[in-house]
């Protein structure tokens, strides 16, 4: 174990254990690729954006977070200078991410005709000196797949990524579609020499399967219980379900929550809703505040002792960041 590893947030590094609460995976922004394209979506404007964002971290402090994780993929509308000025404004620890998202809903050009070597060197640039001439590095890299399957260019973009967090010592955040190829991603990761104690299969939660929860588990990943609020997947009623299952059968270390919540929409959301509100008014849940207010407290009448959040929400991370 190397705790002497420091983390990269995008106002600078801190050290492992000043994390805190952490939040593993949400968003200030984000924008589909193309939504500076639609001239009917509501028009973005970045200083309403920044206050709400401000607002929002100024209550997450409040409920004691100290650290928002915000793995938005290169490719969909990421903002880098736009987190640091939020950090400093709020005083909230950000961390960003580089990589790039699934095939079918990112931007796939480009990274098509790059070889994997030159993509890795691009992760790691982005890791060790900057986002493009900004001087932000990404504190993680994001990996991504497609639903029940992975493409040949998601391959390429996983292998990657976990080339690029092997040489720079930082962990790997997924996003799984439909709750599949958590196995897959693992594979791919350990084979490139990647522990899978440094990845989080992402949004595991979209699906009300322990067996699939607790077979990531036992391979040593973190499994990402980070769409609480999303009851459109599966209800939290589910979600809390599963993750006292999988912390009864033994595995409460390996468990990651978070939201996957969205502060600032770039164009419109998604293709039920052209709206941030109209998106809230479905989904009231779908706020980073949840977990703190809402679930912990289920959590807690479940069986889960104050130790046992702890683990959860600061001991996990921090382990996620740190461990060899
Ligand atoms: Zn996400």
Redo the contacts with the bound molecule.
Sequence with gaps: MTEARVVQTVTGRVAPGALGRTLI???VL?GFPGWNLDALAPRFVRAEAMGRAVDQMHELRGLGVGTFVD???MD?GRDVEFLAELAQKSGMQIVCTTGAYFEAEGITHTFRHLPLEEIAAIYIKEITEGIGDTGIRAGAV?IATGAHAISGYERKLVQAGARAARETGVPLIS?TQEASCGHEQIDLVTGEGVPAGRLVV??SDGIDDHAYHRSLAERGAFVGF??FGIALIVSDEVRVENVLKLARAGFTRNILLSH?S?SCWQGRPVPFANRHEDVLAMLPDWRPTTILKKIVPQLRAGGLGDDDIATMLVDNPRRLFTEA
């Design positions: 995976h949400e968003h984000v793995p938005c993929p969909l994001k996003h992402g949004h980070d769409r996957d969205i």
